[in-house]
């Protein structure tokens, strides 16, 4: 498996310092986690731009390690305003979130919409071993389309690879029942 091991209780324990403010729509288990990522194809990433913040959509594969630490894996041009930000800091944070149908009611205070989502914070790493950008670019055609494809050598030369590590990450859920 892919440099992904943090240990699961480090992931528990930062998750009970509370990033989620209403605690009874946190999704803790795991694997109500990977539900959420299974749903989502889009992953917001936040970054910072000097004194600025920039976010960017991007299309994600996934991986969660035995234990209990999330890759996500992108692809990307070799150079613009992302990669560049990114080189300069890697500290992110990331939002994917699923929506669902609105709620509508008598009182629009009381209205919203059915989501979840998971957010975190990570570091993001640059993947140059031919071998783990073909293992990262096979999980974002996965979970792009559903197929398993193995990417050869020749394709991954000219694109850029990179995973966000992130052991601090939490779940929230408001879905139908």
């Known amino acids: ?3 992904c091991f943090i240990s ?4 528990k324990q930062v998750r009970r310092g509370g990033i989620v403010r209403r605690n009874d729509r946190e999704v803790k288990d795991i694997r109500g986690i990977e539900e959420i990522l299974r ?3 889009t992953c917001h990433v936040a970054m910072i731009d000097g004194a ?9 594969g996934y991986e969660i390690s035995g234990g209990g630490a999330l890759c996500l894996y992108f ?3 070799a150079e613009g305003r992302k990669i560049d930000i990114l080189r300069r800091n890697d500290s992110v944070c990331f939002d994917i979130t699923y929506e669902g149908e609105p709620i509508l009611s008598g009182n629009p205070c009381n ?11 990570g ?5 140059e071993d031919a071998d783990e950008k073909r293992t990262a670019l096979s999980a974002v055609y996965r979970r792009q389309t559903g197929e398993n494809i193995v990417f050869t050598a020749e394709q991954t030369k000219n694109v850029c ?6 052991t601090e990450f939490t779940g929230k859920s408001n879905l139908r029942s």
């Not at 690879?161 to 992130?166: C, E, G, L, P, Y």
Request: glycine share 4%; proline share 5%; hydrophobic share 55%.
């Open 39 to 41: 749903r989502c194809r």
């Open 123 to 127: 570091k993001v790493v640059f993947i």
């Open 8 to 11: 699961f209780a480090m992931t």
């Open 111 to 121: 209205s919203g919409i059915f989501y979840a989502s998971v957010i975190g914070f």
């Open 75 to 77: 692809h990307s041009a």
């Open 52 to 60: 600025a913040p920039y976010v960017t959509p991007l299309s994600f």
């Open 161 to 166: 690879v990179f995973k966000i590590v992130s």
């Open 1 to 3: 498996m892919l440099d």
